[in-house]
């Protein structure tokens, strides 16, 4: 039987179930909180030979008609207003009316276009995540936050949309290359981070073997880390809090955008690996700052050694501008009036908004580390 989180977001709240098989049994899981059995499923062309089938068929043993496979693209350009166009042509031209149930079968880039396709067709559509990656799995798909890119940055529209159901079903990542199962684990160990010590402890002994593909492991991993992050959502569901709340989800990612942006999206940087070098750099940074035990740095950076990712710059396989990666920081959405913010931890579960890092400090690290 699947572990069940509530969780109490949106308008009624929902379930994320964690487990195994969950795909062959969808149908019977998620009729009780849906208002139809007719749905629409959004996936993209590699996920959907390998997965959609056992989706397909767990719908239509409990009697889901299926009125649209829409695939599309993989990858990040995925995220545009031409693909929402198309997806929403081919849904409403299917027939969907109000009452029909938008599915999303992927990563993250499908999650968030079929969640703002749902967030806006018809005014609003009952959304679903099928996750299918571990980053996926343990945020993009827990949060309610969906939309796609412009030219002038990531994530610059969309809509927040809750989903009535998430299936994470673990299974699937038996097919997801290595290097993005453990970039996802970058997310992991940041919500660990987060939590506290029994997480982040559980991590550090357990990280190797999860992202070796252990299934009670990443099981585990998942429904904690979804247990971490709902609760920080519901405290702050639109991240209205500069500070707190949602904020504090940003642990690592200040450093971790920098890198990307320097590295250029897609060249080369995953996400999740820039993530973790912000987080071997957060904890350095607290460190330095005095504000975390001097011996944390060195545990973070080992644990995320431990499961392969890069925790230093001098990890990555090229080097990076100290001066020109300050500049990127600058530029962050979250820095205020040249101020440096940053996300800093006291120690596991002690993690607070600082905004007034002195930026000497900051190059002095980038240039050690
Ligand atoms: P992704 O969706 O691009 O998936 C990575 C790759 O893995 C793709 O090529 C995909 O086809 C493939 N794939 C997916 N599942 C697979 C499986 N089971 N087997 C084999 N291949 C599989 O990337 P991602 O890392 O899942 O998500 C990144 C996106 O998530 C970004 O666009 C980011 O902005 C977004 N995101 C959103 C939130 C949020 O709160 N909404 C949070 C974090 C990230
Ligand atoms: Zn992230």
Redesign the pocket.
């Known amino acids: 039987a699947p572990q069940t989180l509530p969780v109490g977001l949106g308008e009624r709240g929902y379930d994320i179930l964690v487990g195994t098989g969950l795909l062959a049994r969808a149908g019977a899981l998620l009729a009780p909180v849906l208002p139809t059995r007719r749905v629409a499923i959004i996936s993209?062309?590699?996920?959907a030979p390998?997965?959609l089938p056992a989706l397909r068929e767990g719908l239509r043993e409990a009697g889901f008609a299926i009125l649209a496979e829409h695939l599309v693209p993989?990858?990040?350009k995925t995220?545009c207003f031409a693909a929402t166009q198309a997806a929403l042509e081919t849904i409403l031209g299917a027939g969907a009316d109000r009452r029909t149930s938008v599915i999303a079968l992927?990563?993250?880039?499908?999650?968030?276009l079929a969640?703002f396709v749902a967030a806006i067709a018809l005014r609003g559509l009952p959304f679903v995540q099928v996750?299918?990656?571990l980053?996926?799995q343990v945020?993009?798909?827990?949060?309610g936050?969906?939309?796609i890119?412009l030219s002038l940055g990531?994530?610059l529209v969309g809509a927040f949309h809750q989903p009535r159901m998430v299936l994470a079903d673990t299974g699937?990542?038996?097919?997801?290359?290595p290097r993005?199962l453990r970039?996802?684990w970058a997310?992991v160990a940041k919500h660990g981070l987060i939590s506290g010590d029994a997480f982040w402890e559980w991590c550090e002994r357990m990280g190797p073997a999860a992202v070796a593909g252990d299934p009670a492991a990443l099981a585990h991993a998942v429904l904690e880390s979804c247990r971490l992050k709902s609760a920080v959502v519901a405290a702050d569901e639109r991240e209205e809090s500069e500070e707190g709340g949602r904020a504090l989800l940003n642990l690592g990612h200040t450093f971790g955008h920098a890198l990307e942006a320097e590295a250029g999206y897609g060249g080369g940087l995953?996400?999740?690996e820039a993530v973790a070098v912000g987080l071997g750099l957060a904890a350095a940074l607290s460190a330095r700052l005095g504000h975390c035990a001097q011996e944390l740095p060195g545990r973070v950076i080992a644990h995320l050694q431990s499961v392969g990712l890069p925790a230093r710059i001098g990890d990555l396989d090229r080097p990076f501008s100290a001066t020109l990666l300050l500049q990127r920081m600058r530029k962050d959405k979250k820095a205020r009036d040249g101020a440096l913010r940053f996300v800093l931890l006291k120690g596991p579960g002690g993690c607070f908004t600082a905004g007034d890092v002195p930026a000497e400090q900051v190059e002095r690290l980038l240039r050690d580390e």
């Open positions: 993209d062309s590699d996920v390998l997965h993989p990858g990040e995220k992927g990563g993250g880039v499908v999650g968030d969640g996750p299918t990656t980053l996926a945020d993009s798909s827990v949060g936050k969906t939309g890119n990531k994530n699937v990542l038996g097919t997801l290359p993005e970039a996802g997310e995953l996400h999740g």
